[in-house]
C-alpha cells in the first residue's frame, strides 16, 4: 500500500488516486533562461523516480512537466544576449534537453509551454474578475485579491495577518492588498505581448501552471509536485486561483523535495553559488550523479560536492561491477515476492523511500558476488532499472567511456594490457607490474581472472 507524504495536510497519507488504475502529476518544470543547475537536477530527478514507481505499481500515469517560456527574467537575458526571447528559449530548451538525458531521466508525457496556453490564462483571470476574486488596477495589471479567498495560506501554513505582522512588503498603491499578485501584466515597450480584455499584455508567473495542468489533467488531479521553494508562494497562489475559480479541491497531495545545498545553505541561483548541469557533466559520469540524488530520501535535504559525488560513483562501481563478474541471465520479469522484491517495494510504497530501496540493491550486490547467481544478478538489475540505474553495459560503463582530458584512451590501454601480457609470457615479471602500476597511477584498475584480463577506470 503506497503511502505518500502530503503537504498540505503534513503527514503521510495512504495514496488513493481520484480514477482507480490511473494518476494525473503535474510538476513545476523550468524557466528557460538559462542552464539548468544541479539543484534543478535533484528536483527533476527525484519525481521522475516517482513518476517511474508509479508505473513499475501498474499505474496509467499522465505526467505533465511544463516549460515557461516567457518571464522578466527570459525579456532581460534575450536582451542582454541581444538575441530575440524566442531565440533564447529555444536554444536553453536544447541545452536543458540534452543535460537531462545524460541523468537518465525519462521525458513526461506532455511538456507544455506557457506560451501555448494563453487563451486558457486570459479566460481564467477574466472568471477570477467575474466571481470578485481578482480586479484590473488603474496600471493595467489584473491582480488576484487574496483576501477574498478563505483558504489562502493553507498549504504553507501562513495566514494573511502573520505575513502581514512578520514581513516587509513593498507597497504599490495599485494593489488592494500588499500580497495581491500579479494574475494579467500590462505590455511594455518592446516585450512580447497578447491581446486581451485589459489591453495587450502578458501572463503573470502563478497563472500559467493552474492553466497548463488543468488544461491536461482536468480542474482536480492527483499529485502536484515541485521544490518546497515552491511551497509559498508560487503553490499557494496556484491553490488560491484554481480553487477560487472553480470552487472546488484542485489537487489531492501536494510533494515537494527537499534543496540541495552547498555547504549546508541552499543551492540556487539567486544566491550565486551554483553549478550547472553541464559543468559537473564535464567532471562526472551523469549516472554518478544520478546515483547522488537517488539514494538520499527525496524530502531530505542533500548536501553536494565532489566528495560525495565521487562516493557515490564508487557505490555504482560496485553495483555495476556485480552484474560484470556475474551476467544477468536473462530478461525475467521481476519477482516481487521474493525477500529482496518485498523489501524494495516496501521501501518504495513509504513515501518513495530509496535510501532503503538502494541499501537492498547493495544487499543483493553482495549476494550475487557470493552466489555467482545469473537469476539474482538479472533481478537485481531489473529492480536498479525501476530507478533507472544500471542500465548500460557493465563494461562499457567502468571503462568510463572516452577518455578525459589527460587520460589514456581505451585503444593505450589495451596496448598496456597486451605489453604487460607479453611481459608476464616471457617471465619479465618486474615489466609486468611496471605496466600495472602505471595504468594504476593513470586511474585504470586492471582485474585478472580466468577469462584474461579485464580493466576499468579507478
Do not use: C, W
Given at each position: 500500500m503506497l503511502t505518500v507524504y502530503n503537504t498540505l495536510a503534513r503527514e503521510k497519507q495512504v495514496f488513493t488516486p481520484i480514477e482507480p488504475g490511473r494518476v494525473r502529476m503535474y510538476v513545476c518544470g523550468m524557466t528557460v533562461y538559462d542552464l539548468c543547475h544541479i539543484g534543478h537536477a535533484r528536483m527533476l530527478a527525484a519525481f521522475d523516480v516517482i513518476y517511474r514507481w508509479l508505473h513499475a505499481s501498474g499505474y496509467d500515469v499522465t505526467y505533465v512537466r511544463n516549460i515557461t517560456d516567457i518571464e522578466d527574467k527570459i525579456i532581460k537575458r534575450?536582451?542582454?544576449?541581444?538575441i530575440t526571447p524566442d531565440q533564447l528559449v529555444e536554444e536553453t530548451i536544447a541545452d536543458m534537453h540534452a543535460d537531462l538525458s545524460q541523468l537518465y531521466?525519462?521525458?513526461p508525457t506532455h511538456?507544455?509551454?506557457?506560451t501555448q496556453h494563453v487563451d486558457g490564462m486570459i479566460a481564467m483571470t477574466a472568471k477570477l474578475i467575474e466571481k470578485g476574486r481578482a480586479y484590473h488596477a488603474a496600471n493595467g495589471d489584473v491582480y488576484y485579491a487574496v483576501r477574498e479567498f478563505p483558504g489562502y495560506g493553507k498549504l504553507s501554513g501562513k495566514s494573511l495577518d502573520d505575513l502581514q505582522a512578520g514581513q516587509r512588503v513593498e507597497v504599490d498603491p495599485n494593489k488592494r492588498d500588499p500580497h495581491d499578485f500579479v494574475l494579467w501584466k500590462s505590455a511594455k515597450p518592446g516585450e512580447p505581448s497578447w491581446e486581451s480584455p485589459w489591453g495587450p499584455g502578458r501572463p503573470g508567473w502563478h497563472i500559467e501552471c493552474s492553466v497548463m495542468s488543468e488544461h491536461h489533467l482536468g480542474s482536480h488531479f492527483d499529485i502536484h509536485?515541485?521544490?518546497?521553494?515552491?511551497?509559498?508562494?508560487?503553490?499557494e497562489?496556484?491553490?488560491?486561483?484554481?480553487?477560487g475559480c472553480h470552487d472546488h479541491t484542485y489537487v489531492n497531495y501536494w510533494m515537494h523535495n527537499g534543496f540541495l545545498q552547498l555547504s549546508g545553505e541552499k543551492m540556487s541561483k539567486s544566491l550565486g553559488n551554483f553549478f550547472t548541469i553541464r559543468d559537473v557533466l564535464k567532471a562526472f559520469d551523469g549516472e554518478a550523479v544520478r546515483f547522488?540524488?537517488?539514494?538520499?530520501?527525496?524530502?531530505?535535504?542533500?548536501?553536494?560536492?565532489e566528495d560525495l559525488i565521487r562516493d557515490a560513483k564508487a557505490g555504482l562501481d560496485r553495483l555495476y561491477t556485480a552484474l560484470k563478474?556475474?551476467?544477468p541471465t536473462g530478461r525475467a520479469p521481476i519477482d516481487w515476492t521474493s525477500s529482496y522484491g518485498q523489501r524494495f517495494k516496501t521501501a518504495m510504497d513509504d513515501d518513495f523511500n530509496t535510501a532503503e530501496a538502494v541499501a537492498v540493491l547493495f544487499d543483493m550486490a553482495g549476494e550475487v558476488n557470493r552466489s555467482g547467481s545469473g537469476e539474482l544478478a538479472a533481478q537485481l538489475k531489473g529492480l536498479a532499472n525501476v530507478l533507472g540505474l544500471l542500465q548500460r553495459d557493465p563494461e562499457a560503463y567502468l571503462q568510463g567511456g572516452p577518455a578525459g582530458e589527460g587520460e589514456l584512451g581505451a585503444a593505450q590501454i589495451?596496448?598496456?594490457i597486451q605489453a604487460r601480457l607479453d611481459a608476464r609470457k616471457a617471465k619479465n615479471f618486474a615489466e609486468s607490474d611496471r605496466i600495472r602500476a602505471e595504468l594504476l597511477e593513470q586511474g585504470v584498475v586492471l582485474e585478472d581472472g580466468p577469462q584474461g584480463t579485464t580493466w576499468r577506470r579507478a
Open positions: 534575450a536582451a542582454e544576449r541581444g531521466l525519462l521525458p511538456e507544455p509551454r506557457a509536485g515541485g521544490g518546497e521553494d515552491l511551497q509559498f508562494p508560487h503553490h497562489n496556484e491553490i488560491a486561483q484554481s480553487e547522488l540524488i537517488v539514494k538520499a530520501h527525496y524530502r531530505s535535504p542533500l548536501n553536494y560536492s563478474n556475474t551476467p589495451e596496448a598496456l
